[in-house]
């Protein structure tokens, strides 16, 4: 059984910062890209950063400079740093991770999506 679990949401004031992080939980694991998406009210989701086992990352436009996307490979854990953070980032945010758990015949794909945590940007 693997899962996602994410921590890190709240609630900052413009131009402060958080730090989200998402862990992978199981045994005999392999994961790839792991990142981050964000979902506004009444707005589609969005990738915001991800980033590979090799280390490429990628960001959306709105968040380069802003935001780093980092990983942990022995803990199978991806962080999103966020600064200087703006009301329109205000949305929910939720973990992925491309996984690869082994078993004794076979080595099987999940597409993971973690529950999300709201990030709000306010004054």
């Known amino acids: 059984q693997v899962q996602l679990v994410e921590s890190g949401g709240g609630l900052v004031q413009p131009g402060g910062s958080l730090r989200l992080s998402c862990a992978a939980s199981?045994?005999?694991?392999?994961?790839?890209?792991m990142g981050w998406y964000r979902q506004a009210p009444g707005k589609q989701r969005e990738l915001v950063a991800t980033?590979?086992?090799?280390?490429?990352?990628n960001y959306a436009d709105s968040v380069k400079g802003r935001f780093t996307i980092s990983r942990d490979n022995a803990k199978n854990t991806v962080y999103l740093q966020m600064n200087s953070l703006k009301p329109e980032d205000t949305a929910v945010y939720y973990c992925?991770?491309?996984?690869?758990?082994?078993?004794?015949?076979?080595?099987?794909?999940?597409?993971?999506w973690g529950q999300g945590t709201q990030v709000t940007v306010s004054s």
């Open positions: 199981g045994s005999m694991l392999s994961i790839d890209a």
């Open positions: 980033t590979t086992s090799g280390g490429r990352t």
């Open positions: 992925n991770a491309d996984v690869r758990k082994r078993a004794a015949v076979t080595t099987e794909r999940h597409i993971l």
